[in-house]
T-cell receptor, first 114, second 116 residues
Framework: GENVEQHPSTLSVQEGDSAVIKCTYS??????FPWYKQELGKGPQLIID?????GEKKDQRIAVTLNKTAKHFSLHITETQPEDSAVYFC?????????????FGKGTHLIIQP | EPEVTQTPSHQVTQMGQEVILRCVPI?????FYWYRQILGQKVEFLVS????????KSEIFDDQFSVERPDGSNFTLKIRSTKLEDSAMYFC??????????????FGNGTRLTVT
């Protein structure tokens, strides 16, 4: 089955700086890669996703890049703000996260220092 | 914006007891899921459900677990005889479509299950 590795486990950045979180996956058949943000006491919230037919996707301060050959994908957050502090999970699946379910990474605790 | 809702938010039960966790998926969604997250660890897939039957299940989802869609709105996870290691946050999720179709999962806020 799919295995997703995520690094780093904790990331502390100064407010206004950029943050990068990296994930690798093992199953070359995976074609859907979402990123979720989890705040304390809440469920994971989808913040951005990318499918395997594109290499990069951007939504305001958040971007995701995908390298299918190397089987890794990254989340980039620019101009970080205090409200970006949370745990971020990457995930991978085949067929768009449908019946097969998502395989998650272990999460990155992002801390934005004022 | 439509949400996945879960009840209760926190359930405490004694080892060996049965528990039922409840979820109301987003109304036009067709695929339903349960995931769990042991404290401080990653979110793990348990089961997916479509058209009133299980589509996929993980190794975690053994005979102690069952799922049901008892009516047109609820989706439940039952644990027949709880063990200490079942203590975790359980998340319900739903998606509009499933295999072969791009359809993001939407998660509820979870039920924290504590087995004593």
């Amino acid at each position: 089955g799919e295995n997703v590795e995520q690094h780093p486990s904790t990331l502390s950045v100064q407010e206004g700086d950029s943050a990068v979180i990296k994930c690798t996956y093992s199953d070359s058949a995976s074609n859907y890669f979402p990123w979720y943000k989890q705040e304390l006491g809440k469920g994971p919230q989808l913040i951005i996703d990318i499918r395997s037919n594109v290499g990069e996707k951007k939504d305001q301060r958040i971007a995701v890049t995908l390298n299918k050959t190397a089987k890794h994908f990254s989340l980039h957050i620019t101009e970080t703000q205090p409200e970006d502090s949370a745990v971020y999970f990457c995930a991978a699946s085949f067929s768009g996260g449908g019946a097969d379910g998502l395989t998650f990474g272990k999460g990155t605790h992002l801390i934005i220092q004022p | 914006e439509p949400e996945v809702t879960q009840t209760p938010s926190h359930q405490v039960t004694q080892m060996g007891q049965e528990v039922i966790l409840r979820c109301v998926p987003i109304s036009n969604h067709l695929y339903f899921y349960w995931y769990r997250q042991i404290l401080g660890q990653k979110v793990e897939f348990l089961v997916s459900f479509y058209n009133n039957e299980i589509s996929e299940k993980s190794e975690i989802f053994d005979d102690q677990f069952s799922v049901e869609r008892p009516d047109g709105s609820n989706f439940t996870l039952k644990i027949r005889s709880t063990k200490l290691e079942d203590s975790a946050m359980y998340f319900c999720a739903s998606s509009e479509a499933g295999a072969g179709v791009y359809s993001p999962l939407h998660f509820g806020n979870g039920t924290r299950l504590t087995v004593t």
